[in-house]
């Protein structure tokens, strides 16, 4: 494992500039990296994971430092039996947070201010980006809220915490009949082989759309499940069912 880091310190301090990708969930932050030498050779890999850090812009900024630290240490996790104790290599450090010039994060405003206050330990940012990937998952994030009428439809199939999408999501068990009712549905142009899941983040654009869709493609099956639930389930399962049909 040493030989392997002593290698990434070796290839980050040659490199010519250094973009640093973070993103972090409930108080674990992954940094990881993409740089490029001299005649435009790109390299990427993972700087490193904390979880010592908070979700605020601080705890963030704390997490970085933390891992850049971590990665210039040499000699971690060394054997009992070597007589080696872990060094932090400043100079090391120093040359890397050099060269780091663009800080790409997503769009929550704790990353962004994160962004801006990365230069306490990248002295040489240049540029802070959203990733595209967050970016367009933001801007296109409610499209049905443009239509009371479909924004409606949409907090009463999909969305609102009493929705038989929710039912289905939290319940293994009726997961499976939902599953069962999918595979008898013929003549389908999608295959619903593996549909299972009606899990979803309600802050994502792409993790919205699972759901929706398969509400539209799949409703005979949804109905099914919910005669179902309202058949043969007791309390608030059956209720939801109800309501839904």
Same mark, same amino acid.
Request: glycine share 6%; aromatic share 6%.
């Given at each position: 494992? /040493?030989?392997?880091?002593?290698?990434?310190?070796?290839?980050?301090?040659?490199?010519?500039?250094?973009?640093?990708?973070?993103?972090?969930?409930?108080?674990?932050?992954?940094?990881?990296?993409?740089?490029?030498?001299?005649?435009?050779?790109?390299?990427?890999?993972?700087?490193?994971?904390?979880?010592?850090?908070?979700?605020?812009?601080?705890?963030?900024?704390?997490?970085?430092?933390?891992?850049?630290?971590?990665?210039?240490?040499?000699?971690?996790?060394?054997? /009992?039996?070597?007589?080696?104790?872990?060094?932090?290599?400043?100079?090391?450090?120093?040359?890397?947070?050099?060269?780091?010039?663009?800080?790409?994060?997503?769009?929550?405003?704790?990353? %962004?201010?994160?962004?801006?206050?990365?230069?306490?330990?990248?002295?040489?940012?240049?540029?802070?980006?959203?990733? %595209?990937?967050?970016?367009?998952?933001?801007?296109?994030?409610?499209?049905?809220?443009?239509?009371?009428?479909?924004?409606?439809?949409?907090?009463?199939?999909?969305?609102?915490?009493?929705?038989?999408?929710?039912?289905?999501?939290?319940?293994?068990?009726?997961?499976?009949?939902?599953?069962?009712?999918?595979? %008898?549905?013929?003549?389908?142009?999608?295959?619903?082989?593996?549909?299972?899941?009606?899990?979803?983040?309600? /802050?994502?654009?792409?993790?919205?759309?699972?759901?929706?869709?398969?509400?539209?493609?799949?409703?005979?099956?949804?109905?099914?499940?919910?005669? /179902?639930?309202?058949?043969?389930?007791?309390?608030?399962?059956?209720?939801?069912?109800?309501?839904?049909?």
């Amino acid at each position: 494992k /040493e030989v392997i880091m002593d290698e990434m310190r070796k290839t980050m301090m040659e490199a010519d500039a250094i973009a640093i990708h973070q993103d972090g969930a409930k108080q674990r932050h992954a940094m990881l990296f993409t740089l490029v030498h001299k005649g435009m050779l790109v390299e990427r890999g993972l700087l490193g994971v904390s979880f010592n850090g908070g979700n605020t812009a601080e705890g963030i900024v704390d997490s970085m430092a933390d891992v850049v630290q971590v990665f210039c240490t040499a000699r971690q996790g060394a054997p /009992e039996n070597v007589d080696a104790e872990p060094s932090i290599e400043w100079g090391v450090a120093e040359r890397i947070v050099a060269k780091v010039r663009i800080f790409d994060a997503d769009a929550a405003s704790n990353e %962004k201010l994160a962004g801006i206050k990365a230069t306490d330990i990248f002295p040489n940012l240049d540029e802070r980006v959203n990733g %595209k990937t967050h970016a367009s998952r933001r801007n296109t994030s409610k499209p049905w809220k443009s239509d009371p009428r479909i924004k409606d439809v949409f907090d009463f199939l999909v969305d609102s915490s009493d929705s038989v999408v929710r039912l289905i999501a939290n319940s293994g068990d009726i997961k499976r009949i939902f599953h069962g009712h999918i595979q %008898k549905q013929k003549d389908m142009v999608v295959d619903g082989e593996k549909v299972w899941s009606m899990i979803f983040s309600k /802050e994502r654009f792409d993790s919205t759309a699972k759901p929706t869709g398969r509400v539209t493609i799949w409703l005979h099956a949804l109905i099914a499940t919910a005669i /179902e639930v309202a058949a043969t389930r007791v309390g608030e399962p059956k209720q939801r069912a109800v309501q839904f049909l």
